[in-house]
Structures are given as C-alpha cells and as structure tokens.
C-alpha cells in the first residue's frame, strides 16, 4: 500500500501521473476503463435464475401445485375410465398457468429491479472534479485515481484523496472510526509508523463529510480499494423494505385466505356428500383452486409493479423516490414545509443595492451576466474611483468558498459552481471591473471561520503582499453589526456610534422590505495569527464597511402551486434563515400570506411555552431567521398534532429535520450528499411546484391501487359466493377447476394490471389528505366490494339456472337435483345432461368474464359513476380489456382450448342473455355507495 499520508504533494502527483489541474477527459477514460467505476461491488444480490425459483416459492404457488399432484394422481385413479385423460389436462393446464405466472412475475420483478438500479443512479452523490482546466460536476461513480476533486461544508466525499489545499477543513470521520468530534485536516505530510485512519489529517476518507471549511485533493484510491470498500467487503447492508400498504395488503390478503379456506372445506364436504365417492378427487381439486383463484395472492406483487411505474412517472416530473414507502406517504401529506431559496424563489440571486459610505448605489442586470450599471440618483457612478465600493467587493470576493467561470452553456456569461448567494457577489465584482484572480494575488488565503447557520457569518483570514493578516467578515447585519465598534467613511476609520448603527438598521430593513437579502461586511486588521483563531478573538472589533442588497425572485409556478396546496387541503409553511422582513415580502407575493400575516423569527419561538409554541406553529405559515434546531422543533410540534409532514432542506444541518419528517425532501442541484443521504425524496429541480406535483402523484398512485383492490376483491367475492351457493343447493360445480384458474390469469390479471397505470380521477387534488393511518378497507370500500360481488354472483347464478332449463329442461324443485350429469338424457330436450352441464358451466365462464370486463370501467373512478368518466383517456385498459375478451373467445370457440377448458360453442341467444344479465355491472353506482354523492365532499 503506497503511504500517501507520509509524502508530499509533488510526490503524490508525481506518483499517481497527475497534476495540479486535474486530469483531461481522455486520461479520465482510460483511468475509468482501468479502475472500473468507484463503487462499492454488492454481494449476496439474488441471481435472476434465483429470482425465477422463488416463484415458485409463494405459498399460493405451493397450493397450486398440490393441485397439480392430485390431478395426476386422478388420472392415475381413473385408468381404467375413458375419462382418465382429464386429469393429466387438468395438470397439463394448471402447470403451464403456474409457469406463465412465475414468468410473468420473475419479468415484472426483475424490471422493478432494474428500474430502481437506475433511479439509484439518477439520485447518486455528485462530485466537483477539475477536468480539462475545468471545475464540473460528475456522479461520484465516475471519480478516478488522480482526479482533483474540490469540496466544502456538507459535501459527501466521494473517495479516498490526500488533501492539497485546506482552509479551515473538518472532516466527520464518524462513519469509518467512531469518534463524534471532527478532524482538522492539513496538507503537510505525516511522519508515523502504520497510524490509524483517524491519524491521517492530510488524508479524507470516502463516506465521510466535510463539516466546515473548504478544501481540494487528489483522488488516490476508489471503490473497494478505499477505506470504506474494505469495511464493506465485511459488511453488506440491505435496505430491503415493504411499504406499510404492502404489509396491510398482506394481512388482508391472510385474513380472506383463510376465510375462503374454511369456506372451501365446506364446499368439499358438501360435494363429497352429494355425490359419489368417485368424485372426492374432483371435489378436492376444485376447492383448492378455488382457494387459490379466491385469495388475493398477487395483490403484493401488483402494488409493487404500480409503485415502480409510479416512482418511473415521478422522474419525469423532476422527483427521485429514493424509497418505495414514501409515495404512499405523500399522497397522504398534510403539510408541506419548504425553504425559500431556491424553491420558492428562483435561486438567480442578483446584487441590486449597495450601501456604502452613506450612500445607496444601485446596479442593473439580472442574473449572472456582465451587463450592468451602478447608478445614484443624480445618474452613472465609476466604483472603481470610490475606495469604500473597491473595499466592500474585494471582502465579498474575499470572504467566499464559491468560484465562477464561463458557462459552458451559453445561456449566461458565468456560471457559478458553489453557493448562488456568493456568486452573486463576485458576478457583481466582475461588473464593477474588480477580477478576483487579481484580489486573490494580492491577498493569500490564510484560513477561514466557516459559515454555519447558527453563527450566520463567515471570516477569511488573508496575507496581503505585505504580511498584513486581515480578517475579512460578511454575515447577517444584525449578527455582524454588534461585532463592529468602528466604520469605514470618507476614506478614514471611525468609531461606529449609536446613531450610525441606528441608520445602517434602517438601511437594511429598507432593502428587505423590497425583498432584498442583505448582507453586511466588515475587516479588522490583525496584528498576528491568533491560536487555532477562535471565532470570538477574531470576529471582534470589527470595521463596518457596508450593506448588499440582493434579491431572488419567486418562482412563476409557486403561486399557482400554493392555490392548489390550498385546494388540496395542504398548508404549505415556508421556513427560511432570511431576514424577517425578506421573508414576509417573498410569501405575501407568492400568496403564503396576506398583507398583515404573522412571521415568527427563530427567536421569538424561542421566549414561547410549550403550549405557546405548539400553538404558534399550527396557526402562523411562515418562519425567518431560523437556525435547524428550530427546523427540528417545528417537524416534532407539527407530527404531535397527528400531521403528515413533509420537509425539504439542502444543508448538512438540515439532515436531522429531514430524517424526523415523514417524507424529507432533499434539493438536487444545492443539497448537500449527506442530506440527500437523509431524504426520502431529492427534487432534481429545487422548485416547490415539484413537490406539489409528487404530492398529486402519490395520491393518484394510492387512487389506482384502491381501483385494482376492489376490482380484485369483487372478482373474487363473486366466485366464492357462487360456488359456495351452488354446491350448497347440491348441484354439480358452476365452473370448473381449470376455467376459475383462468379467470383469475385472463380477467382479473391484464385489467388489474391496467387499473394500476390508469389515468388518475378527476379531482385528486380538489380534496384534502386522506386521514393518517386510515385503512384501505374502510366502510365504503367493503359495501362496494360486497354489493359488486353479490351482483357479479347474481348474473352469474341467474346464466346457469337459465342454462340448465333452456338446454335440458331442468326447473329447481320440480326436475329435481337427483341427475345422472354424466350419462343421462334429458327427457324435455333430448340433450345429454353432460352436454347441458358443459354448456351451463361454459355460460357460467363467459357471464363472469363479460360482467368483470364491464364491472371493472365502474371500478375507475368512485366519485363518478361509469357514465360520468371519460373513458377514451383509458387507452391501456381499452388494451387489457380487448385482449382479456379475445382470450375468453379462444377459449369457447377454439378448439384445442375448448378441449383443455371443457367448453362448448355458444349462440348468439346465450351471448344476448349473458349480456342482459351483466349490464348491472355498468350501472353500480360507486359515488353513492362511497359517499360521494355531494361534488364538494372532500373525504
């Protein structure tokens, strides 16, 4: 193992073939090719072959096959009968049932795999890498050995390196050591015998994180070759998990299944009675697939594969679900907390204000672009001949962990790789002629005090050409005015009085009614370096320089998307770091709240009770000046008043509100790794209206699994109570073992699967959230489910009993049950009790089939009835339904499968009649049942 810790940077570079640049992208391919990606390799993944085997696995799938056994072992029973063909069909039928469903499964597991590899791609931590002379940013899985890799405060680091460059750079090396205290990290070499990782200062560790400061390094190990890869090849986790819907679905799915069982067991007895004892392999045959064409055994798999395709849907609008969980839980959001910058706001932050000697100046242009003027009111101003601007923009250039370049886009003349706020600052340096290469010449990075949001400030400590140490501050005004005793005007230093903090006050809150974001800066000469410059020994008797104002403007789409927020019965609350007045002005202009709206800062809530703090939080919409403990705080008072929460954050200091949220929220283009790590969801654009469009998705997905579930369950009900009823009135089978079988693949299957990707109901966001922990089978669902059921039972008992007396002449009561259906002849139609029986059966199978292929458009929508939808948006359904029909006709009419299937061909009478007695089907009236019969009822 090369010692990188023990040698210098020129040895490093030397050693790896690199430079202080970086690597160019052709040397980046052909390290890639070398050292393959930098992943970590998983182990213990299922096989696809394993994958197929444990179709076979399900319980359900087990019964099948005892049903497979029991139908040879008939065939083997019966041979010396003519009939003793029946029973290797029977098993040639349910086997190749079995195998389609294990093939259909293992395809529709498989693709949920992969396409949930993808989306882990699409959410994995991103790197700052220079390529070709270039700072850009690239998927960490793409970082090689030699690449200059760049990183500051909250930044996940994306693979072993040793460090070049270092101000002020901690590092939590918690995940690879333990120790909660972070590292100060240096670029000088390290001279100890085999030291342990939590040694190597001059060494960051892939899976830890930068907690403050900024530095650069070069990569020296990737993948399993990093500390991390060697503590994964010990131990691999798994974040295998099922939805809370999933497990509720299984526990129902349990609860019938035994039901039906029971209710099968007594089927069978019944048939065992009423017939001859040669029949007790046919009667044990039929319960059992009744068993299993009655239970909702695929329901598990169905929810899945609609999650997926929903999770799939949610990429293309700018949302990455990084757990499955979480789309059930935002379509069950009740409020909805979101940062300002860069959500509501555009995240184009643009200097518009300064003041500066007692004077405001302001500055045209928008954006990062280099047009722009700096007027007063008596017309153009040069800054270049005023000392005091010179000053205030070389601390803003100074005091920054950002860096701006020409934007390989072309859609502005910069782009800026870190924090929008500090690029604004040097876009507008750049504006005033002032290059920051040349300020940067002229004054060495010594250290710095980073910037966290509880101190709201950030120190720079240069070198001039000199040796003059400064200590070059910005911050919040009324965080880094009280640290300044003196000011600079009229080219001198002053000692700051009353009177000047009072009108620089008012300055400030002038900018943020206009919605600005101001910032103060300030220096303060330095005698000499101060040990390890404690914040409070620097960052005292400061020297107040001047005020920027900046403003970023609301998202067009955020007021539309709160007025929908509102219509849904969301609350959307906005929680931002920004001055109080900022924040009042952004959400009285994106409609968050009227002109005399409450605003609480973080210290207001800080003088409330308890009680007064729960209070305020469940009436006022909007927070400012808050640090993340208060974040943290809100989340807890808001989920103690049984609300669904979801919170967004991008700062590593967010991570903790974030993980206590019910659904966090993490920004894609400014979040930091290790609260995207946190989250449950990343919004690749940063934009509220993003969330509120996941928020519409989630509640259209649990829309279309209440579809299938009562399409499902009604199928189900209407066989069980259909054979139930028939054996206990002592007639031979209404439908048999293998035709149920195939129901439950033809019909129920392809249109559930269809339900699943349907276009959502009309209205999904006209109503509010539905209650926390309330179950899918509530009140509405079981009576509609039941009375589809009992109908679908109706039509179908009705086609037999029709059958039996059209085609032999046989009245309940009258011709009597006491039938020979296997030889006999009906004396009324001269037909063979067999034929009127297969007849009635293949009768049976058609009305079933019609009536579901109707029943399911009535199982669309359950705040309209059928004739209220608009079906022709149903394109996929149309599909399922076509080709469930299509199978159905192959089935009677086709005569190698109406041998399998025991059918006969039906006339157009049958067809009449079975069409007759299915229509009730369309007219269920799903609205009334469910409650909805008022347009405006919510629930």
Not at 280 to 288: G, K, P, S
Not at 884 to 891: H, K, R, V
Request: charged share 20%; glycine share 8%; proline share 5%.
């Amino acid at each position: 193992m090369t010692e990188w810790y023990s040698n210098d940077i020129e040895h490093v570079i030397e050693h790896l073939e690199t430079s202080p640049e970086g690597l160019s992208s052709e040397e980046a391919k052909a390290r890639f090719a070398e050292y393959g990606p930098n992943e970590l390799v998983e182990s213990g993944r299922i096989s696809p072959l394993r994958m197929f085997l444990q179709q076979f696995m399900d319980p359900m799938v087990i019964i099948l096959l005892i049903a497979i056994a029991i139908s040879l072992l008939t065939s083997v029973i019966s041979a010396a009968d003519s009939e003793h063909e029946s029973g290797v069909i029977d098993a040639i039928v349910i086997s190749a049932i079995v195998i389609f469903n294990a093939i259909f499964g293992f395809v529709q597991e498989y693709k949920s795999e992969k396409a949930l590899e993808a989306l882990k791609e699409m959410a994995a931590p991103k790197a700052r890498v220079k390529r070709d002379g270039f700072w850009t940013e690239i998927e960490s899985r793409n970082v090689v050995p030699g690449d200059l890799v760049g990183f500051e405060a909250g930044d996940l680091i994306p693979a072993d390196a040793r460090v070049s460059y270092a101000i002020g750079l901690s590092a939590d090396e918690a995940p690879l050591t333990g120790e909660s205290v972070s590292v100060r990290k240096m670029i000088e070499p390290i001279h100890l015998r085999r030291p342990v990782v939590g040694d190597m200062k001059n060494m960051v560790f892939q899976g830890t994180t930068i907690t403050a400061g900024k530095g650069q390094a070069i990569v020296t190990a990737t993948g399993m070759r990093t500390q991390f890869g060697k503590i994964a090849e010990l131990v691999q986790e798994s974040d295998k998990t099922m939805t809370p819907l999933q497990l509720d679905l299984e526990d129902l799915g349990k609860k019938l299944g035994l039901l039906i069982i029971i209710l099968c067991i007594i089927v069978f007895g019944a048939e065992v009675i009423n017939h001859a004892a040669a029949t007790i392999m046919e009667a044990l045959l039929a319960a059992i697939a009744l068993a299993v064409s009655a239970i909702p055994e695929g329901l598990p798999a169905v929810v899945t594969i609609t999650l997926a395709i929903g999770v799939q849907r949610m990429v293309a609008r700018n949302a990455i679900v990084r757990r499955l969980p979480s789309v059930e839980t935002l379509g069950s959001t009740t409020i909805i907390c979101s940062d300002k910058t860069g959500t509501i706001t555009k995240n184009e932050m643009t200097a518009t204000n300064l003041f500066v000697n007692g004077m405001t100046i302001y500055v045209s242009g928008v954006g990062y672009n280099k047009e722009g003027k700096f007027t007063r009111a008596s017309g153009d101003y040069d800054v270049l001949q005023d000392q005091h601007v010179v000053k205030l923009l070389e601390i803003g250039q100074l005091c920054t962990n950002s860096l701006i370049q020409p934007d390989p886009s072309g859609r502005a003349d910069w782009s800026v790789i870190g924090d929008p706020t500090e690029g604004a600052l040097l876009v507008l340096a750049e504006k005033a002629g002032i290059s920051r290469e040349d300020t940067l010449t002229r004054n060495e990075e010594i250290t710095e005090i980073s910037f966290d949001s509880g101190r709201k400030r950030m120190t720079s400590i240069t070198r001039d050409e000199a040796g003059n140490l400064c200590a070059n501050s910005k911050g919040a005004p009324e965080v880094l005015l009280p640290l300044c005793t003196h000011i600079y005007e009229d080219n001198q230093v002053k000692e700051l009085s009353d009177d000047d903090k009072k009108s620089i006050i008012e300055i400030s809150a002038g900018f943020a009614e206009s919605a600005l974001r101001v910032l103060a800066f300030a220096y303060r000469p330095l005698e000499g370096e101060i040990p390890d410059w404690e914040p409070e020994k620097v960052e005292r008797n400061l020297i107040f320089v001047g005020l920027i104002g900046m403003i970023d403007p609301p998202r067009d789409e955020v007021r539309d998307a709160i007025k929908l927020c509102r219509i849904a019965g969301i609350r959307p609350i906005m929680i931002t770091g920004d001055h109080k007045l900022t924040a009042r002005a952004i959400s009285r202009d994106v409609g968050l709240i009227d002109i005399d709206g409450e605003v609480l800062s973080g210290v207001e809530l800080d003088d409330l009770s308890p009680r007064e703090y729960r209070e305020a939080v469940k009436r006022c919409n909007v927070f400012a000046r808050v640090a993340p403990e208060h974040k943290l705080k809100i989340i807890k008072a808001l989920k103690s008043s049984k609300e669904v929460v979801a919170m967004t954050g991008d700062g590593v200091n967010d991570a903790p509100a974030i993980k206590n949220a019910d659904v966090g929220i993490a920004m894609g283009i400014r979040g930091a790794d290790v609260t995207k790590e946190a989250s449950d969801v990343i919004l690749t654009d940063d934009n509220f209206a993003t969330i509120v469009s996941a928020v519409e998705k989630g509640r259209e997905i649990y829309a279309n699994i209440r579809k299938f579930v009562r399409f499902l369950l009604a199928a189900n009900f209407d066989e069980v109570f259909l054979i139930f009823t028939v054996i206990m009135l002592g007639l031979p089978l209404p439908i048999t073992a293998i035709q149920i079988l195939w129901l439950n693949l033809a019909t129920d299957g392809f249109p559930a699967l269809a339900l699943g990707v349907d276009p959502s109901e009309k209205g999904v966001m006209e109503r509010p959230p539905r209650r926390p922990g309330a179950k899918m089978m509530d009140r509405g669902m079981i009576t509609f489910i039941i009375i589809a059921g009992f109908t679908a039972f109706l039509a179908s008992l009705t086609m037999f009993m029709w059958s039996l007396w059209a085609y032999g002449g046989w009245v309940p009561g009258l011709t009597g049950p006491v039938v020979d259906w296997s030889t006999s002849v009906s004396p009324v139609t001269g037909m063979t009790w067999e034929y009127v029986l297969a007849h009635g059966r293949t009768a049976v199978f058609a009305s079933v089939v019609c009536f579901e292929l109707l029943f399911v458009w009535n199982c669309r929508d359950e705040y309209h009835p059928v004739w209220r939808t608009d079906i022709r948006e149903s394109k996929v359904l149309m599909g399922a339904v076509a080709l469930s029909l299509i199978l159905t006709l192959l089935t009677v009419y086709f005569p190698p499968m109406a041998v399998l299937f025991e059918t006969v061909p039906l006339n157009p009478l049958d067809w009449g009649v079975i069409l007759l007695t299915c229509l009730p089907a369309l007219i269920i009236p799903p609205h009334i049942i469910f409650g909805h019969t008022n347009k405006s009822r919510n629930d």
